[in-house]
């Protein structure tokens, strides 16, 4: 069972096997997992704490991105 953060940054997608991008995926799904505890009790927190978890998969997105792309 995989957990929010390895669903949301697709940690079982990596067709090349790149070891720097499962690091990456890796990294960004501890945290946002560790934001997960605040988004749970709610209020503005938890609404920050969720735009967070969103960022972060955005930049996750982004990290895997720059690794791959052929310069």
Same mark, same amino acid.
């Given at each position: 069972? &995989? &957990? %929010?953060?390895?669903d !949301?940054?697709g940690? #079982?997608?990596?067709? &090349?096997?790149? =070891?720097?991008?499962?690091? @990456? /995926? ?15 009790h709610?209020? #503005?927190?938890? !609404?920050?704490?969720? +735009?967070a =978890? @969103?960022k +972060? #998969?955005?930049?996750?997105?982004w990290?895997? /991105?720059? %690794?791959t /792309?052929?310069l």
């Amino acid at each position: 069972m &995989s &957990s %929010i953060g390895e669903d !949301r940054v697709g940690l #079982e997608f990596n067709p &090349s096997g790149n =070891q720097e991008v499962t690091a @990456t /995926k890796v990294a960004m799904a501890h945290e946002i997992d560790n934001l997960q505890r605040i988004v749970d009790h709610g209020g #503005e927190a938890g !609404r920050a704490a969720a +735009i967070a =978890q @969103t960022k +972060i #998969e955005g930049a996750c997105m982004w990290a895997v /991105k720059a %690794i791959t /792309k052929n310069l």
